[in-house]
């Protein structure tokens, strides 16, 4: 199981992978942070395409092609907004991990990339979003065996060291 699980620093619109995933807003427009590099590296049709989608609520997930990515697929969803913790956010934030998932498995998606989905503008504690995004993803593995790579990829090297910690603690 370990081994289909990948933790690295970089730029996520740079990853040789079948899909990589957005972390939207719900109108799925494109927007600051991770969402404005996807669109910008993906170019113009990504908007085009995500117009027709017609947004998506909280903790759910929609694809799109990947156009000028080298990803076939992007995977779009919306984080919640961190408040205290205890208004939905964890069930929110693994939902969006759950159903990026799911539609990966749905649309033949074998390597997937995630960026840390809330910890930037949404103000998620990086470390609890951590725990979160890796405990999601160890137990939907536990139950699917077509996809072969889940790659989290952070931004700079204490994010690399937050999901190490815990992916140590997992397992
Ligand atoms: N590759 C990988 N990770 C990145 C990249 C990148 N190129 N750029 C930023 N990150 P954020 P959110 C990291 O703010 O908190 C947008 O405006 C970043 O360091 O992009 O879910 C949307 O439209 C952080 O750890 O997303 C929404 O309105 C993580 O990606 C809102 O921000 C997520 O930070 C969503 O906020």
Same mark, same amino acid.
């Given at each position: 199981m370990g081994e289909r699980i990948a933790i690295i620093d970089g730029d996520i619109t740079k990853l040789e992978v079948d899909a990589i995933v957005n972390a939207a807003n719900?109108?799925?427009l494109g927007g600051g942070g991770v969402d404005g590099a996807i669109h910008r590296a993906a170019g113009p049709e990504l908007v085009d395409e995500c117009r027709g989608l017609g947004g998506c609520p909280t903790g759910e997930a929609r694809i799109t092609a990947g156009y000028q990515? &080298? +990803?076939?697929h992007v995977i779009h969803t919306v984080g919640p907004v961190y408040?205290?913790? $205890?208004?939905g956010e964890p069930e929110l934030l693994a939902g969006c991990y759950r159903n990026s998932l799911r539609l990966a498995v749905e649309n033949g998606v074998k390597s997937i990339a995630f960026p +840390?989905?809330? &910890? %930037?503008?949404? %103000?998620?504690p990086l470390e609890e979003a951590a725990r979160i995004a890796l405990s999601v993803t160890l137990a939907f593995l536990e139950q699917d065996t077509s996809i072969e790579q889940v790659v989290f990829? $952070?931004? %700079?090297e204490e994010a690399v060291d937050v999901y190490n910690r815990f992916f140590k603690e997992v397992f």
């Open positions: 719900e109108r799925l990515l &080298t +990803a076939r408040r205290d913790g $205890c208004s +840390a989905i809330s &910890t %930037g503008v949404y %103000g998620y990829c $952070c931004f %700079g």
